[in-house]
């Protein structure tokens, strides 16, 4: 019989992130369809405030491996205390949400474990995931027969788990710290300022800015700062995320002038990220493939383009207004104001 464990790392408020809430609700699913018991495991500084809000959501037992060693990211430390809980229950099946601190450990985890490991599951059916292959081209259907199986839910694909808090009972396990696993030491944490920052992943709105904003506009020249301008603009006053084509990322390479905030890490598209926001925008962009792989999971799709028969704008796109972006986006952060 399979034993489901639920494991997840807390913030620095010691609370669960969304993500994890949505993991949770593909554990629950999971214990539900196979009639196995549910465990739930738990990875911080401080694991009772997380373990409160799970107190109702039908776990059997609560794990947590804690201390000021697991409050930050780290491979060592957080491989040893997946390794711990996953013991400490006797799992067969792991689910996990897929953040960037677990997707880099699951696997080392599950080797250490003698496992295996799939990350990037968008839904999981008796005893088989479904992903997607290929920049999210080729879905898949599959399963192993090797246990344990730790497997990593991609954010957005479930929604998250809601229940009233209570008073939970934690079971605490000790994770085997050798010194060399203390090597690496976490002096710190570097980030943009709430200004600075472009990428959201919690914004209701994706705002994708294409090459168009770059070129020569109908006067004959490039309004490079006005771009800039009025696409900041609309990023602070909507609190939006900011995506990029291919095209307007690699123009830095090309020694053309570019959006000085716009890196790689903004790319949407074939050979970028694949966002799930309810609602998103595309500015000056063209082409189709890049746009249909990209925006996937986006739920409502809109376009600005002047061409109304570009491959992404026809088609493709649930709204399209053909205007000039320029103008449009001028008009909109006016209405904001």
Known sequence: METILFIAHTESDAALAKSACEAMTAAKELAAALGAPLLVGLIGERAQPAADALANCGAQRMLAVEGADFAQPRYATDAAAIAALCAAASATLIVAPGTSRMNRVLPGAAARLGGAADLHATKIEGASITRWYYRQRMEAVQSRQQRPWLIGVDPGTHPAWTG???????????????????????????SPSSGAQTIRPEAKLLFVAGAGWTKKQADGQTHIDDAQSIILGFLNATQASLG???SIVDLSGEGQAVLPFMTHLNQVGQTGSTPRHPKGLSTCCHGEEPHVVGWRFIN??????????????????????????????????????
């Open 164 to 190: 009233e808090a209570g008073a939970a009972t934690i079971e605490r396990v000790a994770a085997d710290l050798s010194d060399a696993q203390r090597r690496t030491v976490v002096q710190g944490v570097q």
């Open 244 to 246: 990029g084509s291919k």
């Open 300 to 337: 409502e799709r809109r376009a600005i383009s002047l061409d109304p028969n570009c491959g992404w704008a026809h088609g493709k796109a649930d709204v399209l207004y053909v205007a000039d972006a320029f103008e449009v986006m001028r008009a909109v952060n006016a209405l904001l104001q």
